[in-house]
């Protein structure tokens, strides 16, 4: 790491309770002060760095040689939805990619048929949701639904007969209701979100840590104004191969890294953004409690920060959305809060992001 990273670095595990007789030097010649950048919202945040890490790759920076760090594995996905639309393919360690999870793929598939009433792939995964229906009834109802012979574009009172349970018909209300009523997509993922929670329940053992991903979905909703566009970006699949390879030759493919730090041990780039480096998130409220806990999440940064050979970013949105919540100002990560304009720059992202 150069100088000025080690500087910093230097400064986070200076302010342990418990002291390391820890103070890395280097031979390195002179480089760039880090940078902190508070960014309005989170979706400022990861436009950002999608556009830093373009800029990088133009100056001659692989991507293999820059990853993105963080503390949970959800506190990329916003980031990951504008890594697709941009087409920068990456890999990621330490957590399953955000469209990848079958939770989120149950939630998108209502939204899906509430847009195009026939989506018979989405139709059948809603259907196989509900207890008592398998695949050969959920052929059945795709099969009258192919013959028109109802559809969520009508009442469901005026089609579903009694051969269909009322948990069919409260399915077909709900997609009525979607289809027919809140323009806004939060809105109409709010709808689906009450009817899915206990299907959800029903279906994942492990829900309780599955549902935080369906919490920053519907976050991630509230970036939208048209319904198309939000399912348009959410149906793109990550990226497998580099298009920003120019030279077109049979060098490795180059991938961005998104992991958590856990996973980064042991690892260096070039260039290493951290991301989300909140009070609360980074370090996580539950260490709040414990002196030991909290010293962990000082030695995470730690590490996270001497993961950077030549730059190093990190970045924490100003404000945070939550669908309980509404819209909280968020304060930076204590073990940033103290770090002064000598060892780092600070940056403000306004609404030119």
């Given at each position: 790491s150069t100088p000025q990273?080690?500087?910093l670095t230097n400064h986070i595990i200076a302010h342990a309770i418990e002291k390391y007789p820890k103070h890395l030097y280097t031979r390195r010649e002179n480089g760039e002060l880090p940078a902190i950048i508070s960014a309005t919202t989170e979706n400022m945040q990861s436009k950002f760095i999608v556009d830093r890490i373009l800029e990088l790759r133009e100056e001659g920076v692989p991507l293999n040689e820059i990853a993105?760090?963080?503390?949970?594995?959800?506190?990329?996905?916003?980031?990951?939805?504008?890594?697709?639309?941009?087409?920068?393919p990456y890999v990621k360690f330490g957590g399953i990619k955000f469209i990848e999870a079958a939770h989120v793929k149950d939630l998108l598939a209502f939204l899906r048929i509430a847009s195009n009433p026939k989506d018979f792939v989405s139709w059948y995964r809603v259907l196989l949701l509900h207890e008592g229906i398998g695949p050969k009834k959920a052929q059945q109802i795709l099969d009258e639904i192919s013959l028109f012979r109802f559809s969520n574009e009508s009442k469901p009172e005026e089609e579903i007969g009694k051969k269909y349970s009322e948990r069919i018909y409260n399915l077909f209300k709900v997609l009525n209701d979607l289809y027919t009523k809140h323009p806004l997509p939060a809105e109409k993922a709010e709808i689906a979100m009450e009817y899915y929670e206990p299907l959800f329940i029903q279906k994942y053992d492990d829900f309780n840590k599955r549902k935080k991903d369906l919490e920053i979905l519907m976050n991630i909703s509230q970036n939208y104004k048209s319904m198309d566009s939000f399912l348009s970006d959410m149906a793109l699949e990550p990226p497998s191969d580099s298009v920003v390879d120019i030279e077109g030759s049979d060098k490795e493919k180059e991938f961005l890294t998104l992991s958590t730090i856990h996973s980064a041990k042991g690892l260096e780039w070039h260039t290493v953004f951290i991301i989300h480096a909140v009070e609360g998130f980074f370090p996580s409220s539950q260490s709040f409690n414990s002196t030991e806990t909290l010293e962990e999440e000082r030695r995470l940064m730690y590490v996270a920060a001497t993961r950077a050979k030549q730059n190093l970013y990190i970045s924490y949105p100003m404000n945070i959305f939550d669908r309980y919540q509404g819209v909280t100002y968020s304060k930076p990560s204590r073990f940033i809060d103290t770090i002064t304009e000598e060892l780092a720059e600070e940056w403000l992202l306004e609404d030119e992001y």
């Open positions: 990273i080690l500087d993105v760090l963080f503390r949970s594995s959800y506190f990329s996905f916003d980031l990951e939805i504008e890594l697709n639309k941009a087409n920068v």
